[in-house]
């Protein structure tokens, strides 16, 4: 139980285009997501929380402008990097939390490569 | 500022040691503790949460809170190379369910 997937696994864009990325909880209905960013060799930062019906909440330092963030339903959550720039190459995972796979912990998605060239 | 400190490594133990892996956070508010598994490349898999002070196993992983010191543990029994990841340590936010983590400690499996 309690599996999110992610799509796409990794994309490359020319700089100025904007990427979608989708978090999907599988089996459970997820009503906080988490979007992280990782840069090699460095741990986790978190870029925001959402909820279901809501808008997100981002963490100092991120620009809402550029990291849309939707989650527009207990299963789905949407992260697009608007105008991307090859400084947005990093690796985008997702996490969920909610009903059925435990309201504090935390199941992350495989995650998203993104090069922006 | 809350911080979650975990020792980066490498931790190099041979096969079929035990691997005790340390973190210590500073929000005395935090609830609830997960350890967490990263493999290069990868995105963290969830290997043990624990809330309450004391021991807590599961096959050969045993995680360990002690909330008087803010200190929690991971001892990986048996180790084996398939082991050798990174793991990071995570504590939850006093009145949230965001979670603040540790950078994280390399371990080596050696065979």
């Known amino acids: 139980g309690a599996v999110v997937s992610q799509h796409p696994s990794w994309v490359i864009c020319k700089s100025g285009t904007s990427v979608k990325i989708e978090c999907r909880s599988l089996d459970f209905q997820a009503t906080t997501m988490f979007w992280y960013r990782q840069f090699p060799k460095q741990s986790l930062m978190l870029m925001a929380t959402?909820?279901?019906?809501?808008?997100?909440?981002?963490e100092q330092g991120v620009e809402k402008d550029k990291f849309l963030i939707n989650h527009a339903s207990l299963t789905l959550s949407t992260l697009t990097v608007t105008s991307a720039h090859p400084e947005d190459s990093s690796f985008y995972i997702c996490s969920a939390s909610g009903l059925g796979g435990g309201a504090d912990t935390q199941y992350f998605g495989p995650g998203t490569r993104l090069t922006v060239l | 500022q809350k911080e979650v400190e975990q020792n980066s490594g490498p931790l190099s133990v041979p096969e079929g040691a035990i691997a005790s892996l340390n973190c210590t956070y500073s929000d005395r508010g935090s609830q609830s503790f997960f350890w967490y598994r990263q493999y290069s490349g990868k995105s963290p898999e969830l290997i043990m949460s624990?809330?309450?002070?004391g021991d807590k196993e599961d096959g050969r992983f045993t995680a360990q809170l002690n909330k008087a010191s803010q200190y929690v543990s991971l001892l990986i029994r048996d180790s084996q190379p398939s082991d050798s990841a990174t793991y990071l340590c995570a504590a939850d936010t006093s009145g949230t369910y965001k979670y603040i983590f540790g950078t994280g400690t390399r371990l080596k499996v050696l065979a």
């Open positions: 624990i809330y309450s002070n």
């Open positions: 959402s909820n279901e019906g809501s808008k997100a909440t981002y």
